[in-house]
């Protein structure tokens, strides 16, 4: 399992609810016989290898292996990730193509409803730690190239994933078809006749493939997508994935398409944004690999997404601060590491930032270390994703280039800081080199060290609990 309190991840936090029923039991036996007679038996006919390679473009878009394949160590979409929700972990299932513990016995019907409906092969619900949500829009053609890859282009592995046990009530899964019915659009993406080809290309990628949505819109107290907020931002634990829409202040109303292009990309837009945590996932897997084309077609797209504002946001966020040193004031103090002094949020800053993002905070010439100075992390009302960052590092390879920054976390490797130590230097850096009306307590800390701030759904679950224990 990954601790998210530690490790980010792609599918951290989706917004999902109770699910459903009649559980395991119930729900194996009778659908898995099925799906194994003779004339259901899935993937008869042999895929053109055409078929088969655009269906592994659309999983690379669609970033299956984010949540299906366990980083570094596990085989490509054999499950078992451990997604750690506010409501207790999910582990993604195995979708390789064995008979043993995998979908190999899914008929198309099957995977398509898996994918559009979220509801399993069993018929037993999936919680929405699965995006199906977003993939609900995904077009017949595409669902059948999914289809065709996993069943033809992926090597079977043997084996299920652990099983999923969330506490009551959330271990109903039934529960899952009310929230469905409330929150599930189950209408294929429409494209618009008005607008051109590769804007309907961007809505498409951005609503259903990628699923941009799934962290970048704000949840309800049900963990679901507002829909009356797409893209204005969203909390994801730790993280903020900040607003998309075309505000010039809050949003990306000041990005060019050639710069919105190059983040998705990289990840990297020197002297304006980096991609750390989630955000660099969706790089790192899928993002990367896009064409120029299906890039562009993005970039087309976010610059007509409606405006939204946020109120306290009055200026945009890579527009704040300017180079500042303070390393002469700190000349004849004693060093950082006597712990008998107290805080002093430039020496902090100077023991533990300096020497990558330099003394000025400008980072280094190539910005390879980048510049603190109008850098979105410290401009956005939001700090979460400052905040994070020295708790997590950034770890990203794209295109064999390895990006890397250390963590200050109880688990980091160069020295762990106190609630207290990051509540100063980031507050010192908000002061020095970013938006100085936004502060940081040694309160978020400690929360944002323990998952963010948890949804209503979570808090609640807790007092659910207890109600059950008298039952
Ligand atoms: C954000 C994380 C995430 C992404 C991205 C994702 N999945 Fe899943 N998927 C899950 C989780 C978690 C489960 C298990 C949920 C549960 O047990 O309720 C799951 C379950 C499934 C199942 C049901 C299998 C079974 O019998 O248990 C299928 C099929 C599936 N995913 C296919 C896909 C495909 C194909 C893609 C890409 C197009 C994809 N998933 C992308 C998280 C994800
Ligand atoms: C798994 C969650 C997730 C997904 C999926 C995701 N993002 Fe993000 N995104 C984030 C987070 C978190 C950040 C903040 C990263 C940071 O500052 O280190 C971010 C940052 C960004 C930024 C930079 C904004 C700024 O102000 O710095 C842009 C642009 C962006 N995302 C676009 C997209 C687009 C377009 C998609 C879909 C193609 C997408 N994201 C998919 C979570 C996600
Ligand atoms: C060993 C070098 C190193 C040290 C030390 C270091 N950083 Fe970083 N920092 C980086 C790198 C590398 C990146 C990411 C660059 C990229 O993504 O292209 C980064 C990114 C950032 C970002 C942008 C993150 C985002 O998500 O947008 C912030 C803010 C930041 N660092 C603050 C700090 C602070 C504050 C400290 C001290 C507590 C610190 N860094 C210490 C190397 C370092």
Request: aromatic share 8%.
């Amino acid at each position: 399992m990954i601790n998210l309190n530690f490790i980010a991840t792609p599918a951290r936090l989706l917004g999902w609810l109770p699910g459903a029923i009649l559980s395991v039991a119930l729900a194996t036996v009778p659908g898995l016989a099925q799906a194994q007679t003779p004339a259901q038996t899935p993937a008869q006919t042999p895929a053109s290898a055409e078929q088969i390679k655009r269906g592994a473009y659309l999983a690379t878009a669609a970033d299956c292996a984010a949540c299906h394949t366990v980083p570094k160590t596990g085989k490509p979409f054999a499950g078992g990730y451990g997604i750690d929700s506010p409501l207790g972990t999910i582990y993604s299932s195995n979708i390789t193509p064995s008979k043993n513990g995998g979908i190999g016995s899914y008929t198309e019907a099957q995977f398509e409803r898996a994918l559009r409906d979220g509801v399993r092969a069993d018929g037993a619900h999936l919680y929405p730690a699965m995006p199906y949500t977003s993939y609900a829009k995904l077009s017949d053609d595409d669902v059948q190239a999914l289809y065709a890859y996993f069943m033809q282009g992926v090597p079977a592995v043997d084996g299920a994933a652990p099983k999923t046990a969330l506490p009551f009530p959330f271990n109903l899964r039934f529960t899952m078809a009310g929230w469905n019915l409330l929150f599930l659009d189950h209408s294929r993406f429409k494209p618009e006749p008005a607008q051109s080809v590769a804007w309907n290309r961007g809505a498409y990628l951005v609503g259903a493939l990628e699923h941009c949505s799934a962290c970048h819109t704000p949840r309800n107290a049900f963990m679901a997508e507002q829909g009356g907020n797409p893209l204005a931002g969203g909390q994801l634990g730790a993280w903020y994935a900040p607003n998309l829409t075309s505000d010039p202040v809050s949003g990306l109303g000041g990005w060019s398409q050639a710069e919105m292009v190059q983040y998705l990309r990289s990840g990297q837009l020197a002297g304006r944004a980096q991609a750390a945590g989630p955000m660099a996932e969706a790089v790192q897997d899928s993002l990367q690999y896009l064409t120029d084309d299906d890039l562009n077609a993005i970039a087309t797209y976010l610059k007509t997404v409606p405006a939204i504002h946020l109120a306290h946001e009055t200026q945009a966020p890579y527009t704040f601060g300017a180079a500042a040193n303070d390393e002469v004031l700190l000349r004849g103090t004693s060093p950082v590491s006597d712990s008998n002094i107290p805080l002093n949020p430039a020496e902090l800053f100077s023991a533990n930032c300096a020497s990558c993002h330099q003394a000025k905070g400008l980072g280094t010439p190539d910005q390879y270390y980048p510049s603190l100075a109008h850098n979105t992390a410290l401009g956005h009302a939001n700090p979460s994703n400052l905040v994070a960052v020295i708790l997590h590092g950034v770890d990203r390879t794209v295109d064999g280039h390895a990006v890397f920054m250390p963590g200050f976390g109880a688990d980091s490797l160069v020295n762990p800081l106190s609630d207290e130590e990051i509540a100063a230097v980031s507050n010192y850096t908000l002061q020095r080199f970013g938006n100085p009306a936004v502060r940081v307590s040694a309160a978020d800390v400690a929360q944002a060290r323990n998952g963010g701030p948890p949804p209503l759904l979570a808090r609640v679950s807790a007092w659910l609990r207890r109600i059950a224990h008298f039952l």
